[in-house]
């Protein structure tokens, strides 16, 4: 349905408002003759209240819901539907009503109030109806318009506001997070995930939300704000939900879109280089990086900066979050990173109390300060040359036949000191090599004899891993 944009509407309405006030100034008296030998045959209708925007109004065909107070000439009351605390919902101009309301009601917008007189002929007629209605009653229903929508009609995308950047738009089966304010066609609000202070996350396209949700939340930007207006059948239908969301509602949903990610999605690297880069991250090496994180819509996580120094971990060695680990590999000292992890490669739905999100996605501006090469895989320490034949005599410094840890230990420390061996970077020297005694002292007494060392001996400098 192609809609006249309610700017442009509202304009026409002036304009024919200014026509017919113009009019009856000048041809009143002929006009006031005129209505009075009309108003017997006629519906009359005077709006008292009309809001200022309005986008749409009635037509034949439509589907409503209003409140009315209806009276005779009078003044009695003989129906109210605000007694009945519930609106009338039913078509419009196509026999429904009764004749005269089939005609009154068309035209009006949503807010708007009207009075509308009806002659006997196009309510009632000679019969009345029950004993509420006389016979040749006029009758005057003073209407107040709350919903408006045509089982015809699609959703509508109003009020957009795009991000200057939007590399992707959103497709079924993404998974988002966005805030709403949700509220029925006359502005009633009915629920808003502001209040909740947390976002809406869920995945789009897949029926998890109403069906006009589900199409209105596709094709979106990260950061977009769009006005969703959904038809009941594409929402809750004939029977509404909870105690808010009445039977046949139009549902205006205000969305902002924080983030959103596919479960297949890996991390996004915009990579800045320096002049020379040569010399690249693999998994082992000891890195020091800086960085600051926010979210997608920029509200602040963390920053190195703010502690005047670098994050410094083991590549590999899981010591930060997968999508951290595959962001950082291949770099070079001076480069900088924009890097985007999606949540099963950070926090996960659980995100991390009282600073991420769940499910939320990062962003991390990386720098590469330092690193320092590792060892092969696996290993914790290495020699740099070839291994003395008499190892285990030298390391037994007070030569009885054993091996303790300080020897061992001291012994491990002068080879790293000589440039002869190496140990993993980024780790407690005092720790691997704790651990590497303890590897050798197979029978666990707290010291390495020649036999054990032997046992050892391939092995002895590898898998010594923490
Ligand atoms: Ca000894
Ligand atoms: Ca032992």
């Given at each position: 349905?192609?809609?006249v ?81 519930r609106t ?5 101009g ?34 009345g ?47 988002m ?6 509220s029925?066609?006359?502005?009633t ?35 977009e704000r ?10 809750y ?10 039977g ?8 902002h879109?924080?983030?959103?990610h596919?479960?297949s ?15 690249n991250?693999?998994?082992g ?22 502690f005047?120094?670098?994050?410094d ?11 951290m ?28 109390d ?8 990062l ?48 012994y491990?420390l002068?080879?790293?000191k000589?440039?002869?061996?190496r ?7 005092q ?7 303890d590897?050798?002292d ?7 004899t020649e ?16």
């Amino acid at each position: 349905m192609k809609r006249v944009s309610s700017s442009r509407r509202t304009v026409l309405q002036l304009r024919l408002q200014k026509a017919s006030l113009s009019l009856s100034s000048r041809y009143s008296r002929r006009l006031i003759s005129r209505n009075s030998t009309l108003s017997e045959d006629k519906v009359q209708i005077k709006t008292y209240h009309k809001p200022e925007s309005c986008g749409r109004t009635v037509q034949v065909s439509d589907y409503i819901r209003y409140h009315y107070n209806g009276t005779l000439l009078d003044g009695t009351l003989f129906d109210s539907s605000h007694t009945r605390m519930r609106t009338y919902d039913t078509y419009v101009g196509i026999g429904w009503l009764i004749a005269g309301m089939d005609q009154g009601l068309l035209g009006m917008c949503v807010g708007e109030k009207r009075i509308i007189t009806l002659p006997p002929f196009l309510g009632y007629g000679e019969n009345g109806d029950g004993s509420d209605i006389p016979a040749q009653a006029s009758l005057v229903f003073d209407v107040v318009l709350l919903d408006l929508h045509n089982p015809k009609d699609e959703i509508t995308v109003e009020a957009q506001s795009l991000p200057d950047h939007c590399p992707r738009k959103s497709v079924v089966g993404d998974f988002m997070r966005y805030h709403y304010n949700g509220s029925l066609l006359d502005g009633t609000f009915f629920d808003s995930s502001y209040s909740r202070n947390r976002t809406y996350d869920t995945y789009i396209g897949k029926g998890y939300v109403i069906a006009g949700m589900d199409q209105g939340l596709l094709g979106v930007c990260v950061g977009e704000r769009r006005r969703i207006v959904i038809p009941p059948h594409l929402a809750y239908g004939e029977e509404g939900t909870g105690t808010k969301i009445p039977g046949s509602a139009v549902l205006v949903f205000d969305v902002h879109i924080i983030d959103f990610h596919n479960p297949s999605d890996t991390v996004e690297i915009t990579s800045v280089k320096p002049e020379n880069c040569s010399n690249n991250t693999k998994r082992g090496d000891f890195v020091k990086y800086h960085y600051n994180a926010t979210l997608m819509d920029g509200t602040y996580i963390g920053s190195t900066h703010t502690f005047g120094k670098t994050y410094d971990v083991v590549l590999g060695a899981g010591q930060v979050v997968i999508g951290m680990e595959q962001g950082l590999i291949g770099m070079c000292v001076g480069e900088k990173r924009k890097l985007v992890i999606p949540p099963h490669l950070a926090y996960g739905e659980r995100g991390v109390d009282g600073e991420v999100p769940g499910s939320a996605v990062l962003v991390f501006d990386v720098e590469l300060v330092d690193l320092e090469e590792g060892l092969p895989e696996g290993y914790m320490f290495v020699w740099n040359s070839d291994v003395t034949p008499n190892l285990f005599s030298e390391m037994d410094k007070n030569k009885d036949a054993q091996v303790d840890a300080t020897e061992f230990s001291d012994y491990i420390l002068q080879q790293v000191k000589e440039g002869k061996g190496r140990l993993a970077p980024g780790f407690d020297p005092q720790r691997i090599i704790e651990n590497m005694y303890d590897n050798q002292d197979r029978n666990k007494d707290g010291r390495i004899t020649e036999d054990e060392f032997k046992l050892k001996a391939d092995e002895a400098a590898a898998h010594d891993e923490l």
